[in-house]
């Protein structure tokens, strides 16, 4: 069954690689990355099982909330995501975004490369270990394609 989730809130690239991340209108996700998004540690990002990386633009504003100064695209995320229950997020769900058909494959670890995105404790208030519900997520890409900020988000 497929039915409405969420919107792009936000599309996010680097052409030099790093944090953060650039808003853009619109990317092509591929099989192995987002277009014009460069990688810089290829051992821990990028690859089919890591082609694009997901965030919550409610987990953001509730970040925020708590005094870090984080904005989409700080902590190296591809799509920022709006509407979405983060609580769907488990390994192997599947989502339409556009013409993409994108699925799971585990919690993005937090580094400290994004370390300025943080206050306190810093970047391990995201890390799914210690604060389950909060991560970033990496998707396979199973059906590539051009996707547009504002782009509805199906689950499949």
């Given at each position: ?11 996010n ?35 089919p ?11 953001i ?8 100064p984080?904005?989409?695209g ?5 799509l ?16 339409k ?18 370390s ?8 391990v ?14 998707a396979?890409v ?15």
């Amino acid at each position: 069954m497929v039915k409405f989730m969420a919107i792009v809130n936000s599309i996010n690239i680097r052409k030099d690689g790093g944090v953060p991340k650039f808003p853009v209108s619109q990317v092509f996700l591929g099989k192995n990355n987002v277009e014009g998004d460069k990688q810089n540690d290829l051992q821990y990002h990028g690859g089919p099982t890591r082609a694009v990386c997901l965030f919550s633009m409610e987990r953001i504003l509730a970040l925020q909330k708590e005094g870090h100064p984080i904005q989409p695209g700080t902590t190296g995320e591809n799509l920022t995501i709006q509407g979405l229950d983060w609580e769907l997020m488990k390994v192997g769900a599947r989502f339409k975004i556009g013409p993409v058909e994108i699925e799971l494959t585990g919690p993005a670890p937090p580094c400290k490369t994004i370390s300025e995105s943080f206050n306190g404790e810093g970047f391990v208030r995201i890390s799914e270990k210690k604060y389950p519900g909060w991560s970033r997520w990496y998707a396979s890409v199973n059906k590539e394609g051009l996707i547009s900020k504002n782009d509805e988000i199906l689950k499949l």
